[in-house]
């Protein structure tokens, strides 16, 4: 079973500039988060699919940030324009239920570096 | 929303060594932990997991657990690590009722021959 798959690695951009990050969630797992690390700090939520809706999207920190999950399968988190204080990992996971219930895990993918100079 | 602290930024350890890794966690009437880590280049990965039960948990790769609700702590041991051990440990909590989950700062473990 292919894990969960983000893209691109790292990039790094300048201020004012867009980045597009992009989530591949284990096949048939409904439920789609983002998560991020900023400069070594915890890893926190930024926000919830449920297949193609948006769940709870109280941890993303402005407008600047869209993110999309057309079609319920893979999801975009775009930066537009990006900041310095946007630098940090971004990391995506995916589940069949939500995390507490049971046997279901969280499996988080390797994050995407995101530097903006 | 809970907090985690992870008390520890930086564990060096010598191999075959034990280590214990601590979690403290804002205190609520009950919680579910965790315990992820991230290996050089590669994503988080669960190690272990309380929801109810047992208060000693036992994970994968040898490592093992105990949730102490009147200390709000789930400090993670291993009793003898190994040079593949190296690599940063996140203690994680969240509320029955909630799935997100809130992380602490991160622990990075550094084993030595």
């Known amino acids: 079973e292919a894990g969960v798959t983000q893209f691109p690695s790292h990039s790094v951009i300048e201020k004012g500039q867009t980045v597009t990050l992009r989530c591949d969630p284990i096949s048939g797992h409904d439920n789609l988060y983002w998560y991020r690390r900023v400069m070594g700090k915890e890893i926190k939520f930024l926000l919830h699919f449920v297949k193609e809706s948006k769940q709870d999207e109280s941890g993303m920190p402005n407008n600047r940030f869209l993110a999309e999950r057309t079609g319920g399968t893979y999801s975009t988190l775009k930066v537009q324009p990006a900041e310095l204080e946007d630098s940090g990992v971004y990391f995506c996971?995916?589940?069949?239920?939500?995390?507490?219930?049971?046997?279901?895990?969280?499996?988080f993918g390797a994050g995407s570096r995101l530097t903006v100079l | 929303a809970q907090s985690v602290t992870q008390l520890d930024s930086q564990v060096p350890v010598f191999e075959e060594a034990p280590v214990e890794l601590r979690c403290n966690y804002s205190?609520?009437?009950?919680?579910?932990l965790f315990w992820y880590v991230q290996y050089p280049n590669q994503g988080l990965q669960l190690l272990l997991k309380y929801l109810s039960g047992s208060t000693l948990v036992k994970g994968i790769n040898g490592f093992e657990a105990e949730f102490n609700k009147s200390q709000t702590s789930f400090h993670l041991r291993k009793p003898s690590v190994h040079i593949s051990d190296t690599a940063e440990y996140f203690c994680?909590?969240?509320?029955?009722?909630?799935?997100?989950?809130?992380f602490g700062a991160g622990t990075t473990v550094t084993v030595r021959a």
């Open positions: 996971a995916s589940s069949q239920g939500t995390v507490f219930q049971g046997a279901n895990v969280l499996t």
């Open positions: 205190s609520s009437v009950s919680v579910y």
């Open positions: 994680a909590v969240s509320d029955p009722d909630d799935y997100k989950l809130s």
